[in-house]
């Protein structure tokens, strides 16, 4: 190691001295801007001494006491150090991390001298503060509790170990600082290298005072962000203070029965003193506690009569006491007698003498004694008193009296008061003193009311004031009866229960009342009224024989009732007014009643019942008779006839006007114009006549006819209207019955107004003339739809309705409806059409101001125009006209009508220029004026997007989506949709094929998902844009349920009831849909065997297999439901993220179409054709048979998902289809516009 330094020290004075030069004149010297300091800096921390060289030539390095540390920044052999600044502008400071005692030195800052620069030296010591590593109180436990007598003194040595420099100490006593003279400091040498250790001992001797003080000594270092410490606390055990009772006052009197608390309290000691209460030396409580620096005991009770002298002493005591400290108090307690008890003889007669005792036991003071008879005080007693228990007293009293003359029993009160407490308790005896009882009286009867006959009646008769309790006995009519009897103290009572009998009416009931005390008995009586009712009723009748215009009499008489019966008379539930003609007396007091009624009779009173009712109203009970009247009368109709009866033609009426007579039979003679009507003919042809020929009116066999009271009308006509008369006769009288028969017919029409033409502006006038009946206002209407008839003015009479639109405008053009409907056979309508002159007024629409063509083809433009009378239109360009027939061969202009006011021109364009590409100008006019529209006419591009992209229907797994086309560029246009659901930002994708097609479903959703929805056109000069972006749907959260899965759940799953008769029938009917389902497919494969070999016949030529696969698709929208193995199907749709994929095509026809094909939906949905691959052919020639003539041999070809139809091609002749193919990206897939099948491009199928 001194040899590396010699060496260093020699290289920096090669450096320093080697090359000295003399500094040149008036240039600066190199010196120090910031020298080295001393420094202190705590063990770990970071040091930095700083060095600043102005005007610095010379190089810069660090020395360690003496040891140069070398001129690199980064001070190898020494991790720690490192030179930090600005070292161009002069700054080397020595940086030194995680300092140690190590570190503790002289570092020196040298400048080496350059081109005549002196060195320079500056020296500054760094101190490395060192921590105490502990302090303690020697001997002592840390936080230790320290028990001293008082007096004591102790020794407290406070060591704190390991510091640099040397701590300082300082001592407290409960957190203030304390200064001692007992203090002494001594410092050691540690036992670790440059540390020291110092003991700082403090001696206390200790008083009460200091019990429960905290001495702590803290030592503080400049090493020490705050002190560290080391306590004790100090317990300085002292014996407690004198007990001192509260609660109780020598002397002091209470009284018993009140709650008391005495305390015992003792301040001082440590350990705080026992406080334990003795009752006359013998422990009643020993549960102290302590309240701060005082020990308490409190003793809580109820003072009883016991307590009276009794001593409570407090005993407290603690280690250090040798004798218990004691405080005592005795008590004083007043309280009342414990209790009263009066004795002497239970019964006495008046006059005699009689003896009573009054004692009263234990009292303190003594209690005064006083006597109360009969509620009046008596103060002749004699009273003694005697010592009884722990300082009580007992007295006794004496009462002597001569017993009164009185009605009653005597009570004799004794009272006995403690005067100091102000308490009494009282005794009271009862004196029983013969007597004889007062008279009776009776209860549950008053005298004069009536009691129901069968009812019980209970009377009680009640004696008082007897004593002995008086005898209770009952008599009727003079003749003792049984009773239930009861005594209780003086009262007496006896009860009878009698059964009311019409023979208790008016019987006497007496109760006689006596006792041995009584000379002679005393007694009470009543008479009984009871109530019955008649128990009989007598009807009579006169004359015998009634006849109807003549009176009869009716007598109704009652048996014997009380009170006297009121007699009602009823016809059915009717009341009638009867006369009273007498009462006269009965057996036991009961009165019959005689009442009349008189009647004029009718025919309605034969057969009616009339009753007399006897009531008698106290009881509500009745007895009724009745008789029934026999009554001789002319014939009188059930029902009221009806004045008119409707009957709708061609229906037949049956009209039943039974009469009733008395005597019988009842003749009937039914007449019209007054010839009589022929009896009927069994007959029912006139019904099969009417069913095939409803409208034939009158002719062909409206037959009238009558049979007793019915009348019949088969077939009606309106000839059948008119009267009809009824004669109905018997021994009495005749009584006749008109009727009309009103005939109704369904409405027609009769008159409408031809087309009504009208100026803008005026009123237009429709009329409509019906007929029919009934026809009335509210029978008549007008109809169009969406029309605003608030507009318009309607008017009826004479079966005629007129609407006048008023101030006619271009949106009232249209047909209007006169609809009349009476509600029988059908509605009657007709149309009535009205238009309003107005100029034309061209649509201007996106889709009609392009139109495009390629070079060579012929190029068509619409212009589409409304507007009346009649338009006609014009096609110009450039202020040329075309269309006026000049150059047939270029131009050619065809107008078609396509509505009521509605026009349609198509302006072709033969053999397309490229001078042919322009402004158009199209002119519609009439008579009125015209309007213009121009049309470019431009090459073929890519199409517009769609517009109005729209969800149209939901389910659990497909969403229906519609759309409007836009410009389609010129070309045939397909659309592309694209999805996603909510939370994905990858897109599927589906390619819709057919031409034309706005509405799509898609399928294969997930359920309860909410998908957002765009679309694109294209055509095969490139794409449109995406349109409809958030147009969203979700989809169900679970599938609907067809009527056969409801049913199913219903009868499976036990939802309803369903009857066994249902269930065999259901489980019949399918049985039934199986078997014939069986019958079908035998059928179907009997038939495709010989359609089969019928193929077979033709096919021989062919050099190719033709494999027949039959499908079933679900609907037109393409979808199938099943696939053989010989089939490839490529699936139209596949997930893609957008704008990853490159679709090339190749060049050639793909679709050769030879014809239009027939209409799509003339087309059975579960008979189109499936899908085509490689060496896989579907003819369907027989749509002759099939579909009634549609189309003759009609081709449905598809490949993949995009289905075409063709005329079906002459034998021999080729069809043609080239496959798309598509390049994908690796990464994710892409937008697929063909399909990449089994079929091989440029296939051909031959016929």
């Not at 007669?349 to 004694?369: D, F, H, Q, Y």
């Not at 007598?538 to 215009?549: D, T, V, W, Y």
């Not at 490229?914 to 073929?940: H, M, Q, W």
């Not at 269930?1063 to 359609?1091: D, E, F, P, Y």
Request: aromatic share 8%.
């Amino acid at each position: 190691m001194q040899v590396v330094k010699i060496l260093l020290l020699g290289t920096f004075c090669l450096l320093t001295y080697g090359g000295e030069n003399q500094l040149a004149s008036g240039q600066q010297r190199q010196h120090f801007r910031n020298q080295p300091e001393d420094q202190h800096v705590v063990e770990g921390a970071v040091a930095l001494i700083k060095c600043e060289v102005g005007n610095q030539k010379g190089r810069v390095q660090w020395a360690k006491d003496g040891f140069v540390l070398g001129f690199n920044r980064t001070i190898p052999g020494y991790p720690r150090y490192e030179m930090v600044g600005d070292g161009i502008n002069g700054e080397h400071h020595l940086k030194i991390h995680n300092t140690t005692l190590h570190d503790d030195a002289d570092y020196q800052c040298q400048v080496g001298p350059a081109d005549g620069h002196d060195p320079l030296r500056a020296t500054g010591h760094l101190t490395v503060l060192l921590a105490p590593t502990s302090i303690e109180l020697l001997g002592r436990g840390r936080e230790e509790v320290i028990e001293v007598n008082e007096g004591e003194e102790i020794t407290l040595e406070c060591q704190v170990e390991d510091a640099k420099p040397v701590a300082m100490v300082r001592w407290y006593k409960n957190n203030e600082e304390i200064h001692l003279d007992s203090r002494v400091d001594v410092e050691k040498e540690s036992s670790q290298r440059r540390r020291h250790t110092l003991v700082s001992k403090v001696t206390l001797r200790l008083t009460p005072a200091d019990d429960g003080s905290h001495y702590a000594c803290h030592a503080e270092h400049p090493a020490l962000s705050q002190p560290i410490a080391a306590s004790v606390k100090i317990s300085v055990l002292y014996p407690p203070g004198p007990p001192m009772i509260t609660g109780y006052t020598a002397g002091e009197t209470i009284r018993a029965g009140e709650e008391r608390t005495l305390s015992c309290r003792s301040r001082g000691g440590n350990p705080l003193g026992r406080v334990v209460w003795y009752r006359n030396n013998e422990i009643i409580d020993t549960t102290d506690r302590p309240i701060g620096a005082e020990s308490v005991n409190e003793y809580k009770f109820i003072v009883d009569s016991a307590d009276n002298g009794a001593v409570f002493t407090c005993e407290v005591r603690n280690k250090l006491t040798e004798k218990p400290l004691l405080a005592s108090v005795k008590l004083e307690v007043q309280f009342p007698p414990d209790k009263v008890v009066v004795s002497g003889p239970t019964q006495s007669r008046v006059g005699e003498n009689v003896t009573l005792t009054c004692v009263v036991e234990n009292s303190n003071p003594p209690a005064e004694v006083s006597w109360v008879v009969d509620g009046q005080p008596r103060p002749e007693a004699t009273t003694r008193r005697e010592r009884a228990g722990p300082g009580g007293w007992h007295t006794v009293s004496r009462l002597e009296l001569s017993v009164p003359a009185v009605d009653r029993d005597m009570m004799f009160t004794c009272h006995a008061t403690n005067q100091a407490l102000g308490e009494t308790k009282v005794d009271t005896y009862m004196l029983s003193v013969l007597r004889p009882p007062l008279p009776p009286v009776l209860h549950g009867y008053s005298e004069g009311s009536g009691i129901r006959v069968g009812s019980q009646q209970r009377i009680t008769c009640v004696s008082r004031g007897g004593n002995p309790p008086a005898h209770l006995q009952w008599y009727r009519d003079g003749q003792k009866i049984p009773s239930r009897k009861h005594s209780i103290d003086d009262v007496s009572s006896a009860e009878i229960e009698i059964v009311a009998e019409p023979q208790d009416n008016g019987a006497q009931y007496r109760c006689e009342a006596h006792n041995s005390a009584a000379s002679s008995p005393v007694s009470v009586s009543t008479t009984l009224v009871v109530f019955f009712p008649p128990e009989t009723v007598k009807i009579s009748q006169s004359p015998r024989r009634l006849s109807a215009g003549s009176q009869a009499i009716l007598t109704c008489e009652s048996g014997p009732s009380n009170p006297a019966a009121t007699i009602t008379w009823f016809r059915g539930d009717y009341r009638m007014a009867g006369r009273l003609q007498e009462t006269s007396s009965s057996l036991n007091g009961g009165t019959r009643v005689t009442n009349v009624l008189a009647l004029n009779l009718t025919a309605a009173d034969d057969g009616l019942t009339y009753s007399c009712q006897a009531k008698n109203t106290a009881l509500q009970k009745d007895v009724t008779q009745s008789v029934t009247l026999h009554v001789n009368y002319a014939p009188t109709f059930l029902s009221e006839p009806p004045d008119v009866v409707d009957v709708v033609v061609g229906e037949s009426e049956e009209l039943n006007l039974t009469a009733r007579a008395n005597p019988g039979p009842v003749i009937y003679t039914w007449t019209r114009h007054g010839l009589p009507l022929p009896d009927p003919v069994i007959d029912d042809s006139w019904r099969d006549t009417y069913a095939q020929h409803p409208d034939m009116g009158g002719a062909g066999g409206s037959r009238v006819s009558a049979e007793g009271p019915l009348l019949y009308i088969r077939g009606v006509t309106v000839d059948d209207a008119g009267d009809y008369e009824l004669e109905a006769t018997n021994q009495e009288g005749a009584t006749v019955a008109k009727v009309y028969l009103n005939v109704q017919y369904p409405p027609t029409i009769k008159y409408t107004s031809e087309m009504v033409t009208v100026s803008e502006g005026q009123d237009a006038h429709l009329e409509c003339a019906a007929d029919g009946n009934p026809l009335t206002e509210a029978m008549m209407a007008w109809r169009r739809d969406d029309y605003d008839f608030t507009k318009t003015e309607q008017i009826f009479g004479g079966k005629k309705a007129t609407l006048t639109v008023l101030r006619a405008n271009r949106n009232d053009t249209g047909v209007f409806t006169c609809e009349v409907n009476n509600s029988i056979g059908k509605v009657a309508t007709a149309n009535i059409t009205l238009v309003v002159k107005t100029k034309p007024v061209v649509e201007r629409s996106q889709l009609l101001d392009r139109a495009a063509a390629e070079k060579g083809k012929r190029g068509e433009l619409r212009c589409l125009a409304e507007g009346a009378p009649d338009v006609s239109f014009s096609w110009k360009r450039d202020g040329l006209l075309l269309s006026n027939g000049a150059r047939p061969d270029k131009y050619e202009n065809e107008t078609v009508r396509t509505g009521l006011v509605s026009w349609a021109s198509t302006f072709y364009i033969r053999n397309v220029h490229e001078d042919d590409y322009g402004r158009y100008e199209c002119i519609a006019e009439n008579e009125l004026g015209a309007s213009t529209f121009t049309v470019r006419f431009i090459k073929p591009t890519r199409p517009d997007p769609p517009l109005s992209l729209k969800v149209v229907n939901t389910t659990h797994d497909t969403v229906t989506l519609a759309w409007k086309p836009g410009f389609d560029g010129g070309k045939t246009q397909y659309f592309r949709l694209r999805y996603r659901t909510k939370d994905s930002t990858s897109y599927q994708y589906l390619d819709v094929y057919e031409a034309g097609v706005s509405i799509y479903t898609v399928t294969d959703l997930s359920l309860n998902t909410e998908y957002y929805f765009s679309i694109m056109s294209y055509n095969d000069r490139g794409d449109s844009e995406y349109r409809g972006e958030f147009v969203r749907a979700t989809t169900r959260s679970q599938p609907l349920l067809g009527d056969r899965e409801l049913l199913l759940n219903q009868v499976l799953g036990g939802r309803g009831d369903l009857p066994k008769l249902i269930i065999i029938v259901v489980a019949i009917v399918g049985t039934m849909i199986v078997i014939l389902n069986i019958a079908l497919v035998i059928c179907l494969i009997r038939r495709k065997r010989g359609k089969r070999r019928d193929d077979e016949g033709s096919d021989q030529a062919s050099s190719k297999s033709t494999t027949n696969t039959m499908y079933a698709p679900s609907s037109y929208n393409d979808t199938v439901v099943g696939e053989t193995l010989s089939s490839i199907s490529e699936k139209s749709r596949e997930s893609y993220t957008q704008e990853d994929s490159v679709v090339d095509y190749e060049d050639g026809p793909q679709y050769f179409p030879s014809g239009h094909a027939p209409p799509a939906h003339l087309l059975p949905a579960h008979f189109l054709p499936g899908r085509l691959v490689p060496g896989q052919v579907f003819l369907y020639d027989q749509y002759d048979l099939l579909y009634g003539c549609v189309s003759p041999r009609v081709l449905e070809i598809r490949i993949g998902a995009k289905p075409h139809l063709f005329d079906l091609p002459r034998a021999g002749d080729s069809l043609v289809a080239r496959k798309k193919t598509t390049r994908r990206k690796r990464e994710s897939g892409g937008d697929r516009r063909g399909h990449a099948g089994s079929e091989a491009a440029g296939s051909k199928y031959q016929y």
